[in-house]
């Protein structure tokens, strides 16, 4: 979800400060969360500032290009390994201690799934008796 522009943030502190209206009654004038409005006064308090604050730090990925190679080869190897076994065949063979979902958002991002493909029986031929009449 993107940030609230600053004009629109502009118009809550104004409305906040002009009016003296509960940040609740503000909330519900301006269709937010009652949250958004308390951060949004305290920030503009603190700082006179309205901008939306700018995320600095991500965090960095468990699995690196080398990791990801050992499980794609993994899941050529093991192709009826669930998340929990590659889990585990990663973490001996790696060093890698990681959760089930990342191993899951790990094959998402190789485009590679575990669900099997749904073979289709192969069709019987008709049975010809021959009978000797």
Known sequence: ???????????I?????????SQRKLANRFSVAPSFIQKLIKQ???TDSVAPKVRTQQ?????????????????EEHNDATLEELRDLLAAEAGVDVSR?????ALDKLGLTLKKRRSMPTKRKASVSCSNV
Not at 1 to 11: G, L, T, V
Not at 59 to 75: D, G, W, Y
Not at 101 to 105: E, G, N
Request: hydrophobic share 25%; aromatic share 8%.
């Open 1 to 11: 979800m993107k940030p609230y522009s600053p004009a629109f943030r502009r118009k």
């Open 13 to 21: 502190t104004k409305a906040y400060e002009d009016e003296g209206v």
């Open 44 to 46: 503009y308090r603190e």
């Open 59 to 75: 965090t960095t990925p468990k699995l690196n290009n080398e990791h990801l190679s050992i499980l794609h080869r993994l899941v």
């Open 101 to 105: 979902s990342t191993i899951d958002r």
